[in-house]
């Protein structure tokens, strides 16, 4: 019976999608009457044994694709042809085939065109005699299917009184103000009352509520991640990895000494946050022997060799691709890569072999990096520090009162980078690179996950050595490629726009700041600003304007300088188990320099530019989820001061209303316009303020306010505010801007955040 099924498909080329099932059999061997039921019995039995395989009501041999799949375009070849996976495999047959997809119309004219990431429904054919590795069926698009529809997620309340269905409340900040959706008895899924569900709102319904059907249980909105669960959930984020990408990360093994330098005895250290579980980058510095270099040093930067375990074109690479990055919340983390990569085999830990590939810069006495070159190595890290533990041990140095625990690790390791540091610091401050002085927060949880307290950590030389090593290392890495005529990704940041420097000018006059126009503009010139506001009432005020001023990073292939760091070329390299751009310069690297056979393969400019597309859409989509799921601890943590007063900041103007910064906290929350005073208020975007166009009132960004808590929206993460204090000010000049008109105080949920 396999022996059949196996000939006839082998007959069609395996290119039909002609159907052989259990009639066709019965009719191939003339089986008729109670001859069929034997028949079904023995083709269950078959299908139990994993000797055929059923799709619908169709027979196959195991690990053979159907006429028509559906599947992910995952990358290009050389050619420029998409290469694309089925969806659904089975992982116990062995690897997905991979299929060839020629570069296929758009559908309707002038619609979108494919890319990679896309979903299609293709039509498959066998490639006869193909190659281990190489594409083994070709596709031809049926379909390319629609990009999936953004969720809406609530929480389900279900029916008093039994008998099935319910309403589901909204939690987003989009949809909070639309009302409730119905849920009727038997599409409410597997949900249970207070549950956070994800829902797909029915179309055309004219009266009434919205209809809606439970499409997942995410889980209940009590548990001690559901907070992060709503932001994972809004924003599309893998978090599960598949059956098949954690059986290829089971079965990788520890590298070997194969085209490696011993880098064993070098005592590389690691510094990382105190709760990292992953380390990626290790450092080392010496003196520089060389008499033709007085007080310069030997730096020594090795990272995580993810390259050697995550090839190119594997599941574990279409899953890292996918993520783009780990995503990092108050009470998980979301890897890039499973554990089993992240946090064995490519963890630098302390007194461990590990792979490595590796920086060796030399640097003069003023920090100018004189040379460099990359080395694949296996490294054994001599110690794990924190940056406050690195901190103290040098402090202590410093102080005169070194332990004796810490003493040999300090004269033979610690010393030696803090003096490269000097070094770096007096080049760092030629370069000058953009100086903004903005706390960051840290929220800490307690056991229940809840907020326990806010905090700003200091920022301390550790930080900075750190920093500036890695810095270095990714310039090397994007000097290195560029030499070599490799193509890669950049990391890049634009200098500011026309129209927001133009509005930067303006602002900077209402404050008496001249700054001259037509000038080109340099990381520099920022920075002058901000020394001459520093220690005033305006410091806080002129480094918000100026960090918003600025554009946003991305990757691309087309370099156009960093302008932040104030470098002509730069590439990220140093953070491969958390950032896949990382990857795809250690790749590149590996494939320039000829370090071993797990480069970065043959890509056409348009592949390279859909992967760095991917990877900036990623990490924007990270930082959204990181920010809104703060925003909901924190307005967790202050639903039960609805009515408290306090003391913040303005941290933005809107047409709409201000939005208003607490101390301490962190938390953002809003005022609406209209409650702001008998007046019409009019927002000026160069004075970052809401003027009132008959008293000339001014509340602007930066402005120190009281205000009191009015409403809380926990799982929206949103706060109203009431203003208490008067405005500090008038405006001094005519406003910009069409004057608002004035709105009824309205209920926090049909506010919508408008940053």
């Not at 995580?304 to 993520?323: N, W």
């Not at 064995?344 to 460099?372: F, M, Q, Y």
């Not at 520099?524 to 901000?530: A, D, H, P, S, T």
């Not at 797990?598 to 056409?604: A, T």
Request: with cysteine.
């Amino acid at each position: 019976m396999v022996a059949f099924i196996a000939r006839e498909r082998e007959a069609l080329g395996d290119r039909s999608p002609a159907k052989i099932g259990k009639r066709e059999i019965a009719r191939a061997f003339d089986i008729k009457g109670a001859g069929r039921i034997e028949l079904k019995r023995i083709l269950k039995e078959l299908e139990a044994d994993g000797a055929i395989e059923r799709r619908r009501t169709t027979l196959h041999k195991p690990g053979v694709l159907p006429g028509v799949v559906l599947a992910d375009f995952y990358s290009r070849d050389r050619d420029g042809d998409f290469l694309a996976a089925p969806v659904e495999w089975d992982a116990s047959a062995g690897p997905a085939p991979k299929i060839v997809v020629g570069v296929p119309r758009r559908q309707k004219p002038g619609g979108p065109a494919p890319g990679v990431g896309d979903r299609a429904l293709l039509r498959v054919e066998l490639i006869p005699g193909a190659e281990q590795g190489e594409p083994s069926y070709s596709g031809r698009v049926v379909k390319i299917l629609p990009k999936a529809k953004a969720q809406v997620l609530g929480i389900f309340r279900a029916n008093p009184g039994g008998g099935g269905g319910g309403r589901v409340a909204p939690i987003d900040k989009k949809n909070i103000g639309q009302g409730e959706l119905d849920v009727a008895a038997g599409y409410e899924g597997e949900a249970r009352d207070g549950d956070l569900v994800a829902v797909e709102v029915a179309p055309g319904r004219r009266f009434g509520l919205p209809s809606a059907r439970v499409r997942e249980r995410l889980g209940a909105i009590d548990s001690e991640k559901a907070v992060s669960l709503i932001a994972i959930h809004a924003h599309q984020i893998p978090s599960v990895f598949s059956s098949d990408v954690l059986a290829e990360a089971e079965r990788a093994r520890p590298a070997t000494m194969d085209l490696r330098e011993d880098w064993r005895d070098v005592p590389l250290l690691t510094i990382d946050p105190a709760d990292a579980k992953d380390h990626d980058d290790a450092v080392h510095a010496e003196r520089d022997p060389d008499p033709e270099n007085p007080g310069g040093f030997v730096l020594r930067i090795a990272i995580a060799d993810v390259a050697a375990y995550v090839r190119p074109g594997t599941p574990l690479d279409r899953a890292a691709l996918d993520r783009g990055n780990s995503v990092y919340f108050p009470d998980r983390v979301v890897p890039m890569l499973p554990e089993r990569i992240s946090n064995d085999l490519c963890s630098l830990r302390p007194d461990e072999d590990r792979p490595a590939l590796a920086a060796l810069i030399v640097i003069a006495a003023d920090g100018r990096k004189l040379r460099h070159s990359f080395h694949r190595v296996m490294m054994r890290s001599a110690a794990k520090l924190s940056y406050p533990q690195a901190q103290s041990i040098i402090d202590a140095a410093i102080d005169g009162a070194p332990h004796e625990t810490t003493a040999p690790l300090l004269e033979r390791v610690l010393t030696p980078l803090y003096e490269a540091y000097a070094a770096l610091k007096i080049a760092r401050g030629k370069r000058a690179p953009l100086d903004l002085d903005l706390p960051e927060r840290k929220i800490i949880l307690n056991p229940e996950g809840a907020v326990d307290r806010v905090i700003v950590p200091p920022r301390l030389d550790a930080h900075r050595l750190i920093e500036e090593f890695m810095i270095l290392a990714n310039v090397a890495a994007a000097e290195t490629l560029e030499a070599r005529r490799q193509a890669f990704i950049y990391r890049t940041h634009d200098e500011p726009s026309i129209e927001k420097l133009h509005n930067f000018i303006e602002f900077l006059a209402s404050i008496e700041i001249k700054f001259a126009k037509g000038q080109v503009m340099r990381s520099e010139q920022f920075n002058g600003v901000l020394v001459r506001v520093r220690g005033t009432s305006n410091e806080h005020l002129v480094n918000e304007v100026v960090l918003r001023t600025q554009a946003q990073a991305e990757y691309v292939i087309e370099n156009y300088g960093h302008f932040g760091l104030n470098l002509k070329r730069y590439a990220h390299f140093t953070s491969p188990i958390r950032r896949y751009a990382d990857l795809i310069v250690h790749r590149a690297l590996i494939a320039a320099l000829r370090l071993g056979p797990d480069g970065l393969p043959p890509m056409s400019r348009e592949e390279l530019s859909e992967v760095a597309a991917r990877i900036s859409a990623a990490e924007r989509r990270a930082m959204a989820a990181e920010r809104e799921t703060v925003e909901r601890l924190i307005a967790a943590h202050l639903v039960g001061e609805i009515g408290a007063t306090f003391e913040g900041r303005i941290s933005g103007a809107t047409r709409a209303g201000l939005f208003v910064r607490l101390d301490g906290t962190g938390a953002d929350g809003f005022i609406p316009a209209a409650t702001l005073g008998d007046d019409y208020f009019r927002h000026d975007p160069a004075l970052h303020a809401l003027v009132g166009s008959r008293t000339g009132q001014m509340h602007r960004m930066g402005d120190i306010v009281s205000v009191k808590l009015v409403e809380a929206a926990p799982l929206a993460g949103a706060l109203r505010f009431e203003l208490l204090s008067e405005a500090p000010g008038r405006a001094r000049r005519k406003t910009t801007g069409k004057p608002s008109p004035r709105r009824d105080s309205k209920p926090l949920a049909s506010s919508r955040r408008q940053r």
